[in-house]
């Protein structure tokens, strides 16, 4: 499949110019104190062939492990390439954290629901509260035979209800819900949805591994992370981190996983 000239669809969401908001506007607004700091990372494929998905890895936890005060990590789907037999292999290989993870299931995660739960200790469609007043709403977005699909507006919307007194609420879902991406779908009464929250701060996803800016819909943000594993997309493995800060402040940036550079940046 020929990915590469999809950057010309989005090329004012690459990396390079989601830099210019803050050379326009200012620096970003770090929180004075942070109270909450997560890590996002999507499109391991642990087990794809021909890839040295075992380093890329061992690169990432490596990483994460240098940060500061880290709350928790989030695997935002493709976990591993297909083969379910690599499911309780990447399982251990996150067990290396030091702090709780979290994860969503992919396309490329090709096991059943009930596998799934089984083997990561948590259902596909989960939701979770951090700190008081912080929501994370996970989503499936796929099956066993990785097709794409539009999220559980259901579930989706029981908890943003659940979730309406915090103060932050935040979003994961590995495929886009809009075809603004060549690989999204178009799920429009998802983004109708989601939006339609004020304490949603952001809803991030993977999938599209050339993809580490943001998109705005009804003025929220949508975020992507590139990928840290996989065959294909940008030169440069990344992670996602987000701080929320004591006085309401959140923020989130891009990082490279071998230098630990900040490719991009936003006031959420």
């Known amino acids: ?13 690459g990396t390079s110019l989601m830099t210019m908001p803050f050379m326009l506007y200012g620096k970003m607004d770090f929180p004075k104190k942070t109270r909450l700091k ?11 062939a021909e890839t040295d998905f075992k380093q890329s890895h061992q690169n990432l936890i490596e990483a994460i492990q240098k940060e500061n005060e880290v709350d928790f990590v989030l695997f935002n789907g493709d976990l591993i390439h297909d083969d379910p037999k690599w499911l309780p292999e990447v399982k251990k290989v996150y067990n290396q954290l030091q702090m709780p993870h979290y994860v969503t299931r992919g396309n490329h995660d090709r ?6 739960e089984e083997v990561m200790g948590q259902p596909s469609n989960f939701s979770f509260e951090k700190k008081g007043d912080n929501g994370f709403i996970l989503l499936d977005c796929s099956n066993e035979k990785g097709e794409y699909l539009c999220a559980d507006l ?11 007194e915090l103060a932050h609420v ?3 879902v590995h495929i886009s819900q809009n075809d603004w991406t060549r690989h999204g779908i178009d799920c429009k009464p998802f983004l109708d949805l989601v939006t339609s929250y ?22 929220k943000p949508f975020l992507w992370s590139g990928h840290f594993g996989g065959s294909w997309g940008n030169p ?9 800060g004591e006085d309401g402040k959140v923020i989130t940036y891009l990082k490279t996983v071998k230098e630990g550079m900040i490719l991009n940046g936003h006031n959420l």
Do not use: C, W
């Open 1 to 13: 499949m020929q990915r590469r000239p999809f950057l010309q669809k989005i090329s004012l969401f």
């Open 38 to 48: 997560f890590i996002t990372a999507s499109d391991g494929h642990f087990g794809q």
């Open 111 to 116: 096991v059943s629901a009930e596998t799934f």
């Open 154 to 164: 259901d579930f989706l919307s029981t908890h943003l209800e659940k979730y309406t």
């Open 170 to 172: 935040f979003v994961f």
């Open 198 to 219: 004020s304490n949603v701060k952001a809803t991030f996803h993977g999938h599209d591994h050339d993809v580490d800016g943001q998109m705005l819909y009804n003025r």
């Open 236 to 244: 440069f493995p990344s992670y996602r981190v987000v701080e929320v």
